[in-house]
């Protein structure tokens, strides 16, 4: 698995296989609010992003989320 789909496993507390791309804040309980900036933080540092406060708010599950962290590598 890569970094990314490592660190969403290690924020939600789930094995890597777990992350896939139909996982969601609609189907998933331990995505919370709380938990998305959890996620977003550690993105940010681990892999020296940064999101735009539009993104943040785009992302609703990991396909969304694995774009627009590879457009901005």
């Known amino acids: 698995m890569d970094q990314l789909g490592e ?3 290690r924020v939600f507390d789930i094995p890597v296989e777990k992350v896939t791309d139909d996982l969601s804040r609609e189907k998933f309980e331990m995505w919370t609010s709380l938990n998305h900036l959890l996620l977003i933080s550690e993105i940010e540092m681990e892999m020296g992003i940064e999101f735009t406060s539009d993104e943040v ?4 599950n990991f396909k969304e989320l694995r774009e627009i962290v ?3 590598r």
């Open 57 to 60: 708010l785009k992302i609703t």
């Open 70 to 72: 590879f457009k901005k």
């Open 7 to 9: 660190i969403v496993a």
